[in-house]
């Protein structure tokens, strides 16, 4: 073979290697994934060895025998056949099937896969280069193949074991197994690995997993159902219980909408009730702090509605007067916001601390509804701290239309009139409110009932004056409203108060 001869075949070899491996890095390219890395190892190796096969029998080599010849032509084919194979694995299993037929193939599959056919070439291979006996080829693998088999026992086991595992697990889904719980970063031929919570790397065995069992939190959907046990007091009914917790876990970010969250009673214990709290999450790795955040919700839920968490208690005593002045304290800090209130300037100062004194700080958590549109109530709420959102409710249909404050204050007319809510109240971020209900404002006017035609007076020349700007009212209209309105208005507020019937 002359030297122009072996530069074309020279070329001819880069060619025919580099080519497929251009194709495959763009596929990788368009994939946004590197060039397989079986498929520049075994191209490599096919530029080195077809390189030196066609030098050993070009006349430059000079004299060489025939069988390194042969040798090194066996070793040029089966690296040739390694190369033609993992183009084929990528091409056919990694784009055709995995990518586009969206299905999952186990890395130790494919592998295998390849590893059997290049040991067909192989045979091949031998018998038409080097003439080679294929009975005596076939009689001594299968001597070798018994004494391998015995002394790799627990890696065949573990092999096999993980082409299994390949069709329960995937890559990046969350599993628990043998007390381990994290994502799935590799199955390997022997091992799997998992990435912790705690973002440690934990290798186990193919064969262990596959024996004691597999959790997978990703599959046939991602969406897990949490549950959160809390005990309340006997002396609170639990119906009302189960719809404090199912209102509280649905507030929560993070809770699916769909399944709706349910609660229920699990057990009579000693202290209390226990109840069991259902809730759908989408992903389940972020459900440690969910379920911290479901705790949290249900807590400030119930100290808004007295229902009592039972613990076991060791009575201490302070002294009173550190209570009573910390009690006194509190009550001036939520007179001094109910005085900035307009319609209640016409209280004195006892009037005020009157209402104080009965008042009721709450706090609220984002996402919580204050107060539901259509739903009666009795209670006006004042913003210390945190902002709420007002929304209006059309069906399935939900707008917000303006966002209060601390020092701003809503739900009024239910205090006064007891009329429905207008609105849709939810804190936008931690809200701490004062809750002033009818009772209390029962207290102070008893004694004073000319303090209701000042409140209904108040309250009904600043709705008035809204409405007039609203519509561009005139002075004259606004003040004919004022006076017509003032009148329903104090009857309303009467009838609410003390009924139909006054004395």
């Known amino acids: 073979m002359n030297v122009g001869v072996l530069i074309g075949g020279f070329i001819g070899i880069v060619a025919v290697v580099l080519l497929p491996i251009l194709g495959v890095g763009y596929l990788s390219y368009r994939r946004s994934?590197?060039?397989?890395?079986?498929?520049?190892?075994?191209?490599?190796?096919?530029?080195?060895?077809?390189?030196?096969?066609?030098?050993?029998?070009?006349?430059?080599?000079?004299?060489?025998?025939?069988?390194?010849?042969?040798?090194?032509?066996?070793?040029?084919?089966?690296?040739?056949?390694?190369?033609?194979?993992?183009?084929?694995?990528?091409?056919?299993?990694?784009?055709?099937?995995?990518?586009?037929?969206?299905?999952?193939?186990?890395?130790?599959?494919?592998?295998?896969?390849?590893?059997?056919?290049?040991?067909?070439?192989?045979?091949?291979?031998?018998?038409?280069?080097?003439?080679?006996?294929?009975?005596?080829?076939?009689?001594?693998?299968?001597?070798?193949?018994?004494?391998?088999?015995?002394?790799?026992?627990?890696?065949?086991?573990?092999?096999?074991?993980?082409?299994?595992?390949?069709?329960?697990?995937?890559?990046?889904?969350?599993?628990?197994?043998?007390?381990?719980?994290?994502?799935?970063?590799?199955?390997?031929?022997?091992?799997?690995?998992?990435?912790?919570?705690?973002?440690?790397?934990?290798?186990?065995?193919?064969?262990?997993?596959?024996?004691?069992?597999?959790?997978?939190?990703?599959?046939?959907?991602?969406?897990?159902?949490?549950?959160?046990?809390?005990?309340?007091?006997?002396?609170?009914?639990?119906?009302?219980?189960?719809?404090?917790?199912?209102?509280?876990?649905?507030?929560?970010?993070?809770?699916?909408?769909?399944?709706?969250?349910?609660?229920?009673?699990?057990?009579?214990?000693?202290?209390?009730?226990?109840?069991?709290?259902?809730?759908?999450?989408?992903?389940?790795?972020?459900?440690?702090?969910?379920?911290?955040?479901?705790?949290?919700?249900?807590?400030?839920?119930?100290?808004?509605?007295?229902?009592?968490?039972?613990?076991?208690?060791?009575?201490?005593?302070?002294?009173?007067?550190?209570?009573?002045?910390?009690?006194?304290k509190t009550i001036q800090r939520i007179a001094g916001r109910l005085s900035t209130i307009d319609f209640l300037a016409a209280l004195n100062q006892k009037q005020v601390e009157t209402l104080a004194r009965e008042a009721r700080m709450e706090m609220y958590l984002p996402g919580e509804r204050v107060v539901r549109q259509g739903e009666p109530g009795q209670d006006l709420f004042v913003i210390v701290s945190g902002k709420a959102d007002v929304r209006l409710e059309q069906g399935s249909l939900s707008s917000v239309v303006t966002t209060l404050s601390a020092g701003q204050f809503f739900g009024e007319m239910s205090l006064l009139t007891g009329e429905p809510r207008s609105a849709t109240v939810v804190a936008a971020e931690p809200l701490q409110v004062i809750a002033v209900g009818k009772e209390a404002l029962i207290q102070v006017v008893h004694e004073d009932r000319r303090l209701v035609e000042q409140i209904g007076e108040v309250v009904a020349r600043r709705h008035a004056a809204t409405a007039a700007a609203k519509e561009q009212l005139s002075r004259e209209a606004a003040a004919l409203a004022a006076s017509s309105q003032t009148r329903s208005l104090v009857e309303r507020i009467q009838n609410f108060l003390w009924g139909s019937k006054r004395t």
């Open 33 to 328: 994934r590197s060039i397989p890395l079986l498929v520049l190892l075994s191209g490599a190796l096919t530029l080195l060895l077809g390189s030196a096969a066609l030098f050993l029998r070009s006349d430059a080599a000079g004299d060489v025998s025939h069988l390194a010849r042969s040798g090194l032509d066996v070793a040029a084919a089966l690296s040739a056949s390694f190369f033609l194979f993992s183009l084929l694995d990528v091409l056919i299993i990694g784009e055709c099937l995995i990518e586009r037929g969206n299905r999952y193939i186990p890395d130790v599959v494919r592998h295998l896969l390849i590893g059997v056919e290049v040991v067909a070439a192989g045979v091949l291979v031998l018998w038409l280069i080097m003439g080679i006996n294929l009975v005596a080829l076939v009689a001594l693998p299968t001597v070798a193949a018994a004494v391998v088999g015995v002394a790799l026992k627990d890696t065949l086991a573990r092999f096999f074991a993980g082409v299994e595992l390949g069709k329960v697990v995937k890559v990046g889904d969350w599993i628990a197994t043998m007390d381990k719980e994290g994502t799935v970063t590799h199955i390997g031929m022997e091992h799997i690995m998992l990435k912790t919570r705690e973002q440690d790397a934990i290798s186990l065995p193919n064969d262990s997993v596959i024996g004691a069992g597999v959790t997978n939190y990703s599959r046939p959907t991602s969406t897990h159902l949490c549950s959160v046990y809390v005990e309340a007091a006997y002396r609170t009914p639990p119906e009302l219980v189960c719809e404090t917790l199912v209102q509280a876990a649905a507030a929560v970010p993070g809770v699916l909408e769909e399944p709706r969250p349910y609660a229920m009673v699990t057990a009579f214990n000693e202290s209390g009730i226990q109840y069991r709290v259902k809730f759908p999450i989408a992903e389940y790795a972020g459900y440690p702090v969910i379920e911290s955040n479901v705790r949290t919700y249900v807590w400030h839920a119930f100290a808004r509605r007295g229902i009592e968490i039972p613990f076991p208690q060791r009575v201490l005593h302070q002294p009173i007067e550190a209570l009573a002045e910390a009690t006194e």
